[in-house]
């Protein structure tokens, strides 16, 4: 896989090859993407309790 793409590097974890590390990122990148945008959207969503975890980890970023 190449490193690079359109002129941006590409995640470590990504070209790791581990798929739970990756599962993990894209995780975490999606909610922290609906969080910044769309955080009405979180309200009443039914929480896994990593999707629980990777949440208040992006809230404690973002102070």
Known sequence: ???EFRGM???DVLLSGH??????WRMEQSLRKTWERRPDLLE????TDEERHILEEI???GK
């Open 19 to 24: 798929h739970v590390n990756i599962r993990r």
């Open 44 to 47: 009443n969503y039914a929480f």
């Open 9 to 11: 590097k590409v995640p």
């Open 1 to 3: 896989r190449p490193a």
């Open 59 to 61: 809230k404690v970023e």
